[in-house]
C-alpha cells in the first residue's frame, strides 16, 4: 500500500475507533483485506451521521451533507475525486451503485437535522433500510457476493437494535425517535427485526463467505432485539445491550465460525 493510502486508511480507522467502537472491533475482527474496504465506508458512515448533530443551525447541517453528496458524485462519475482522507480511500471501494446507495443514506439523514417525528412506521422502516441497510449491502458488496435483501435484512436488524439502545439519548435532544412508545409497540417492533434476522440467516447461501465478514458488524444484534422484545421496558430505561465478556465473546466466536 502507498503511503498516502495507508495513511488515509490510518485516518479513517482512528475516526471509526473513537465514534462507533462498536463497528471498528467488529471490523478489526475481519481479514486485513476487509478492513481496508470497511474502515472508509465506516468513516463516511461516521460523517454523514454526525454532521446533523454538530451544529444548531439546519442550513449548516444541510451543507454538510451535500458536501458528502457532491463528493459522491464525483465518486459514481468516475473522474478526479477531491482529496480528502475518507472521500480518496472511498472512491477506490465504491461503483456507481454503491455510491448510489450511501447517496440514499444522506438523503435519509436529512430527517437528523430536525426534530419532526416519523411520518408513520412506513417511514420509520424506510429511514432503517436507507441508513443501516444501506450501508450493510454497501459493505457487504464491496467484500464479495452478496443478495442485496440479505444485507438489507441484516442492516435492518442492526440499525434497529442501535436505535432502540438510543431512544433515552434521542429523547433527551427533544427528538421523537418512535411512532409508537407504549412497551406492546416497542415489543412488536423489535420482534420485526428478529424476524428479518432469521430471514437474512435463511438466505446465507447467497452470501461469500468473503462478503459476510460485514454481516460481524451485527454480532450483538439478536441479543439487544430480545431483551427488547421480553422487556420493553429496557428501552426507555436505558437498559440494553451485553456485558463486555458477552460483547467479546460473541464477537470472537463469530469470527472464528463465519457464522451470523
Known sequence: MAPDAAEDIAACAALVQKADPDRFVATMAAKPAAREKLLPIYAFNVEVARAPWVTQESMIAEMRLQWWRDALEEIKAGGMVRRHEVVTPLALVLDGESAALLDQLIEARRWDIYRDPFEDAAHFERYLEQTSGGLMQVAAQALGTCAPEVAQDVGYALGLANWLK??????????????????????????????????????????????GQAFLAAWQAESVLRQAAREPERVAAGALGMSEFGKRAGLMWRALSGRW
Open 166 to 211: 438510543a431512544i433515552p439519548a434521542l429523547e433527551e435532544a427533544k427528538r421523537v425517535p418512535l411512532v409508537d412508545g407504549r412497551p406492546e409497540a416497542v415489543a412488536a417492533l423489535a420482534e420485526t427485526g428478529l424476524v428479518r434476522l432469521k430471514r437474512a440467516r435463511a438466505g446465507r447461501r447467497a452470501v461469500s463467505a468473503a462478503a
